[in-house]
């Protein structure tokens, strides 16, 4: 079965803080995603990774970025945490194939509120 | 472009019943359609995907979905909900050769027993 585990599922950080958070996946997937989740709004992707090194912005990457060193490792940082980055950051990993058919296996969120 | 839509934010149906969950879809050629679901505090789950081929898709749980060019739909169903049904689903799409998947809103099952 495919893994994915983020390194926190609860976080508090105040405003100006660096952030970090760290995703691995242990199937070998070539692409890596940074979603967040909020209601209402569903899933928004922030960043994706295609391969180590590769990024590719998404439809919000303002105010983060990321890094991916290592083929299974893929860390969101918040440079400098704002209020309205408090939300339910979702990570996910799929198989690339030359074509977007595969589904994609998510992680189980990290909850991060900023005060 | 590409985008999808659920319609609804929430369908309310009494166990036993059948169900649909709604969604529609807009992408330039041809689509890549996926239904996930989400547990109280859990990450999605993958659900089932249309790519190409039968136009009815059986996935996992019990669940389908029915793909229609046409309509541009992909509505998830299953013949005979279970309170364990009640979740978070969510529908996305994208197409042959590019990466980024959309997702919709969500749409919230509450199962009644």
């Known amino acids: 079965d495919v893994k994915v585990t983020q390194s926190s599922r609860y976080l508090v950080k105040r405003t100006g803080e660096k952030v970090f958070l760290e995703c691995v996946q242990d199937?070998?997937?070539?692409?890596m995603f940074w979603y967040r989740q909020d209601p209402g709004l569903g899933l928004r992707l922030i960043y994706f990774s295609y391969d180590v090194k590769m990024k590719e912005k998404g439809d919000i990457p303002e105010g983060y970025s990321v890094s991916r060193e290592k083929k299974e490792r893929f860390s969101l940082i918040l440079e400098s945490a704002s209020t309205n980055q408090t939300s339910m950051y979702l990570c996910?990993?799929?198989?690339?194939?030359?074509?977007?058919?595969?589904?994609?296996?998510f992680g189980p969120g990290t909850r991060l509120t900023v005060t | 472009a590409q985008s999808v839509a659920q319609p609804e934010d929430q369908v309310n149906v009494a166990e036993g019943n059948p169900l649909t969950v709604k969604c529609t879809y807009s992408?330039?050629?041809?689509?890549?359609l996926f239904w996930y679901v989400q547990y109280p505090n859990r990450g999605l789950q993958f659900l089932l995907k249309?790519?190409?081929?039968?136009?009815l898709v059986k996935g996992s749980y019990g669940f389908e979905a029915e793909f229609n060019k046409s309509q541009t739909s992909f509505h998830l169903k299953k013949p005979s909900a279970l309170v364990s049904d009640s979740a978070l689903y969510f529908c996305a799409v994208n197409h042959g050769g590019y990466q980024k998947v959309t997702f919709g809103t969500g749409t919230k099952l509450q199962v009644i027993p």
């Open positions: 199937m070998d997937h070539e692409n």
């Open positions: 992408v330039s050629g041809n689509p890549y």
């Open positions: 249309y790519i190409t081929g039968d136009n």
């Open positions: 996910a990993s799929s198989l690339w194939a030359g074509q977007s058919e595969n589904e994609q296996y």
